[in-house]
């Protein structure tokens, strides 16, 4: 079983930054990819930014040059730093974190409010 426990979600204004938290806990050997998907009222869940174990990382289009996603392997944590905020970035955002432990598991924290105030 593993969990994983987000934070650092609110209202900003427009132009304003926030950073999201995730950390991993529970039995696995390690995990490979974490990251964050979003989803706005009415639309699809979407990637936001991902970053494997070695560093490597993916962001959606939308969001690059504003957006950065790092993590802590020691911490099994995972970061999005958000600047230049606009009001499309409103959405819940989930951590997501994929596990190895004999097999691939697939784990999403519960979600996080985002609202960007024009």
């Known amino acids: 079983q593993v969990q994983l426990v987000e934070s650092g979600g609110g209202l900003v204004q427009a132009g304003g930054s926030l950073r999201l938290s995730c950390a991993a806990s529970g039995s696995f050997f390690r995990i490979n990819v974490m990251g964050w998907y979003r989803q706005a009222p009415g639309k699809q869940r979407e990637l936001v930014a991902q970053i494997t174990s070695g560093g490597s990382t993916n962001y959606a289009d939308s969001v690059k040059g504003r957006f950065t996603t790092s993590r802590d392997n020691a911490k099994n944590t995972v970061y999005l730093q958000m600047n230049s905020l606009k009001p499309e970035d409103t959405a819940v955002y989930f951590c997501?974190?994929?596990?190895?432990?004999?097999?691939?598991?697939?784990?999403w924290g519960q979600g996080t409010q985002v609202t960007v105030s024009s």
């Open positions: 997501y974190a994929q596990s190895f432990k004999w097999a691939v598991h697939d784990h």
